[in-house]
């Protein structure tokens, strides 16, 4: 344990410091004007199609879903996440992202025990997460 | 002016997500399972429907609006069903969007091929 803590304080001051700020920075900005671009689609769904506000919603969703698959398949949204951090792995974007991402990486190991099996490595924890939470809240709920 | 909340809502919580991965030893996927359920919880307390109104996409664009969907669908449907509504309620919203990002992911990857 004392090893530990030491190495832990001798090695800190080898590792380069983050920009914590310029890094929150780009995230921000970044990750906004992601949320930008999904309130105009949802107004223009609104307005071009006459949808209704929850269908809309539904609509620019799928949008924003299928555009981060379609980026990361031809390759551009690794170079996109690079430089936005979490800006763009915290959005459902990401999400996305990370399922195409973990599928295509895996896909010489075969369509069932490659794609299938490793495609939620890195989402799978959103899921599994999201689902227990909510399932607990629900109980919770029934019975109060 | 909403676009402007959007962005405003959208960026805070991606500015804190990624200041979360620097400073602490939270990985990215740590801090997107804690988003999710962060959203569930105060979509259960019925805050994060109120930021929906307000923020449009900046609300349910991050990771927290997927857990806020989750718990929106046992609440809509629980009222009706009961405890049944629970466990098929759960997908009601989001499972459009997450059987369309399995689907269109799979086809994906059958065409095309990782980089780098």
Same mark, same amino acid.
């Given at each position: %344990?004392?090893?530990?803590?030491? *190495? ?11 920009? *914590? ?14 949320? /930008?671009? +999904?309130?105009?689609?949802?107004? #223009? ?9 929850? /269908?809309?919603?539904? #609509? @620019? ?14 390759? %551009? ?16 974007? +990401?999400?996305?992202?990370?399922? /195409?991402?973990?599928? %295509? ?5 075969? #369509? ?6 490793? %495609?939620?490595?890195?989402? +799978? ?9 909510? *399932? ?5 709920? *029934?019975? @109060? | ?32 399972? !804690?988003?999710?359920?962060? !959203? ?15 923020? $449009? ?9 997927? $857990? ?9 449907? !629980?009222?009706?069903? $009961? ?5 098929? !309620? ?27």
């Amino acid at each position: %344990m004392r090893l530990r803590d030491n *190495y832990q304080k001798a090695v800190k001051q080898f590792q380069p410091k983050p920009p *914590y700020v310029v890094n929150s920075l780009k995230a921000f900005v970044s990750g906004g004007l992601l949320c /930008v671009l +999904g309130e105009a689609l949802k107004k #223009w769904y609104i307005n071009g199609f006459g949808v209704s506000q929850e /269908v809309a919603e539904h #609509w @620019m969703m799928l949008t924003v879903i299928s555009l981060a698959i379609l980026l990361t398949g031809i390759g %551009m949204y690794d170079t996109f996440s690079q430089f936005a951090g979490a800006g763009a792995t915290a959005l459902l974007s +990401g999400f996305a992202n990370s399922l /195409v991402s973990a599928a %295509m990486e895996h896909r010489s190991e075969g #369509w069932v025990s490659g794609v299938a099996n490793h %495609m939620f490595k890195i989402g +799978g924890a959103a899921i599994v997460y999201g689902i227990v939470v909510a *399932y607990v809240l629900g109980v919770v709920y *029934y019975i @109060m | 002016m909403e676009y402007w909340i959007a962005f405003l809502v959208g960026g805070f919580v991606c500015g804190i997500a990624q200041l979360m991965i620097d400073r602490t030893n939270f990985s990215q996927i740590h801090v997107i399972a !804690g988003l999710v359920s962060a !959203g569930a919880i105060l979509g259960a307390l019925g805050w994060y429907d109120r930021l929906v109104d307000i923020a $449009g996409a900046g609300a349910l664009l991050p990771m927290s609006g997927f $857990g806020f969907l989750l718990v929106k669908g046992i609440w809509s449907y !629980g009222a009706e069903h $009961g405890w049944m509504g629970i466990g098929t !309620g759960i997908f009601q919203f989001v499972g459009l969007e997450l059987s369309f990002a399995i689907v269109l992911s799979f086809f994906t990857a059958l065409i095309c091929k990782p980089r780098g």
